[in-house]
């Protein structure tokens, strides 16, 4: 009898047991089915929701879908074209005519006047040889122009070359009064090709000068182009800013004739790129040719 009630209570245990084991594994499975908070997250972040908005001349249909697990490849593109260089112009114009009275490299003549009584405010006495003594009016330029003028002179007589000023700044008075006086002994038309009516002349900006040689001979005359300083000028001059105002063979360009001993005072830059190319401040800038 007691053997009897002791295996009905093993069996009974053993049932229950069983029954234990049995929950606790589905319990167990059940947890595992969970995926992690990673993946959930991941999971989530690839499904479209309504907010999402296609590119601007896009559809999401033809779009590629994204997937966190995927690596993007790189795109190749085509590399990007070198500029071509600009093709070389024959065109001497560098840029618009400078008008500025003030400015060194104003351009004076016929078609392009000074101001009305215009006078420059920095005209000082250059320390070069003049072929006069005096102090006066026809002895000053301005005085960026009288610097490199002297050390035009210095470097000319390293080279065993002795210039002299011979007449740089007028004013509009004395270029009125000169004009007519030229007009009086040879006519109107005839002076207009060798002297500037007033307010046309480039003496009256305190950037020219006529220049001889120390002797003076042949001071504003033909006859100095035949002369050492005249080659010396020619070859050496833009290297000092100063140009040949009116060089031989340009008098349909300039309006005058050729005047070897007239310098004109435009800066380093515009005489070295002016001689380099054989041309007038009028083809420089590009104007119309100066009429007579």
Known sequence: MKLGKLLSFLVSLAILVAVVVYFVGQKQEQVEDIPP????????NNEQTPDKVAP????????PSESPSATAEPTETAP????????PTD???QSEPDTDAESIGVIVNPNYKLPDNYEPKDLVYPDVRFTFNEKIEKRMMREEAASALETM???AEVDGIYLAGVSAYRSHSTQTALFNRYVERDGLEKAKTYSAEPGTSEHETGLAIDVSGSDGKCA???????TVEAVWLENNAAKYG???RYPEGKQDIT?????????RYVGVEIAEQIAAQGLTLEEYYGVEPVKR
């Open 37 to 44: 908070l990673g993946q959930i997250s991941d999971n989530n």
């Open 56 to 63: 601007t001349g896009g559809n999401l249909e033809n779009e």
């Open 242 to 244: 100063f140009i040949i």
């Open 220 to 226: 504003a005359q033909d006859c100095f182009g035949e």
């Open 153 to 155: 002179f210095e470097a």
């Open 255 to 263: 309006g005058y004739k050729y005047e070897p001993w007239h310098l």
């Open 80 to 87: 990007e074209a070198s500029p071509e260089p600009a093709e």
């Open 91 to 93: 065109d001497p114009q």
